[in-house]
């Protein structure tokens, strides 16, 4: 039979129980992460489930709410916990960083701190409670509203291979025909965010799913909705934790190199192009969108693609601040990014040995 603990609670298998975990005490709020237990009837693996590091990023929140109802423990092999709401305090304001005077309010990027920012104190929880009892990670990140996401994070550039071999089967896994080969250490990615982190600290290979966003309506959202439970079930198929095997794309665009195409100032941004455009070319210079003046309704800025390649992931019109999310696209120029067909791709079974006993 599995067994896991978790905040000293021993979730008997078969059961599914939430587990308070206290972080500290903020000003007329309790601040906690609240961790739903998926104790399943056989042995195997822990994967974590992470939502909502930053605290507007809540579409994610009805992908674990979906996979905790329609889950059967009985046929689990290991456990899941699925931590809906991962950082109360910025969820509380509607932002995506912590709203307080510390030099780290990023909690994506507070991991293996030393402080006693709110952040620290939440990351630092995650490692010593989650981390700790986990053998795999999956960490969402999706859009905020008025932007659209649509790509599979994987870490590609991990010491130990197979941590990098086993982090893309992941992310293949899926199900979804888009590959972002995440640099963890470039950039602003180091092991101060999740995965770095999970994988450099705890040797714990995970992904980063960012597919959907909010203000697209229902529709569109629901089909979000459930290509994130189909890449959850291909995931659970992979890691041996449910019977079968993952369906898998004909062919997967793996991107190496991409431009984050954003506003250089403040306005409302005016599409010149549409959802049905994602995972299609977008030539270089090709038109984008107007960013508007909202006092004197002016075009002051235009945005172009800055070359050749695939659009991945689109906004709607909404207003934005400067550097807000508009537009990712695959730099197809070079070879930097390229289709490749599930036959191609080699997946690495994950090792047993990875699992701790708990």
């Known amino acids: 039979m599995g067994r896991i603990i978790a905040y000293n609670t021993e979730v008997l298998p078969g059961n599914k129980l939430i587990v308070t975990i206290p ?25 974590l489930i992470l939502s909502m590091l930053h ?20 046929q689990l092999r290991g456990n899941i916990i699925a931590v809906p709401v991962t950082n109360t305090s910025a969820f509380n304001t509607g932002t995506r960083c912590i709203i307080d005077n510390s030099d780290e309010p990023d909690a994506n990027r507070s991991f293996n701190g030393k402080y006693l920012w709110i952040s620290n104190q939440i990351t630092r929880v995650i490692e010593n ?22 790509d599979i994070g994987y870490g590609s550039d991990y010491a130990d291979k197979d941590l990098v071999e086993i982090s893309k089967g992941m992310a293949v896994s899926y199900g979804f025909p888009i ?28 992904i980063v799913p960012e597919i959907g966003g909010l203000g697209f309506g229902e529709e569109i959202e629901k089909d979000w909705l459930n290509q994130n439970i189909k890449g959850i079930i291909g995931n659970l198929k992979y890691l041996n934790m449910l019977e079968g095997t993952p369906d898998l794309c004909s062919e997967y665009l793996f ?24 995972f299609t070319s977008i030539k270089k210079d090709e038109h984008l ?70």
């Open 23 to 47: 972080v500290t005490k903020d000003l007329g709020i309790d601040i906690r992460i609240k961790a739903h237990i998926l104790a399943g009837k056989h042995d195997g693996p822990t994967l």
């Open 55 to 74: 605290g507007e990023e809540w579409f994610s929140v009805l992908i674990i709410r979906e996979l905790i109802k329609i889950l059967n423990t009985d």
């Open 129 to 150: 409670e989650l981390f700790a009892v986990s053998d795999y990670l999956i960490d969402y990140h999706v859009g905020s509203w008025g932007s659209s996401m649509a």
């Open 179 to 206: 590959i972002h080969a995440m640099k963890m250490f470039q950039g602003t990615h180091s092991d101060r965010t999740s995965m770095g982190c999970a994988g450099t600290k705890y040797g714990i290979p995970g």
């Open 255 to 278: 991107i190496t190199d991409y431009w984050r195409t954003s506003p250089k100032n403040a306005g409302y941004i005016e599409t010149k192009i549409g959802l049905d455009r994602q």
């Open 289 to 358: 969108a107007d960013i508007i003046d909202p006092e004197t309704f002016e075009i002051i800025e235009q945005l172009k693609s800055p070359g050749d390649g695939v659009l991945f992931y689109t906004c709607r019109n909404y207003m934005s601040r400067p550097g807000g999310w508009a537009f990712g696209i695959a730099n197809m120029e070079n070879g930097r990014s390229r289709w490749v067909k599930k036959e191609d791709i080699y997946l690495q079974k994950s090792p047993k040995n990875r699992i701790k006993s708990n």
